[in-house]
């Protein structure tokens, strides 16, 4: 029950850093990175953080289909870790030479989390 408390507020958190996603990116890439879970300052958290370990939780569920939940949340896990990537490259964009934009790096991160919404959808769906 925790497991799956967990990934609802999961889902709501990547919806709500989408629909926010200018006020967050904002605030630099490490707002984003503290979204998703893979940065995380101070006392709260994010319920992404350490979702893997709500998956594995999740995949002993009798009810779900166990081959199609291991390859959604591993698809999940690849896209969480690319949009931290460029979350996190935003912070070190705009360099000497000739810079590449930190917008480069946002949207290329707001691409990857609009995927993670659609592969959580899936997941959801398997879930609920």
Known sequence: ETALSQWKASATT?????????????????AIRYELGTANFGDKTSPLF???KAFKVL???DNVDLVEFTEQSEEFAEALARADTMA??????????KPTSPK???DKAKREVEGLQQIGK???DLLL
């Open 104 to 106: 480069v790096y946002f």
């Open 88 to 97: 996190y490259s935003a912070n070190f964009a705009g360099g000497s030479g």
């Open 59 to 61: 995949r002993e569920n």
């Open 14 to 30: 990547l919806d709500n850093l989408l629909e926010n996603w200018d006020t967050t990116s904002a605030r630099g890439g490490d």
């Open 122 to 124: 899936r997941l959801s």
């Open 50 to 52: 350490q979702i893997d």
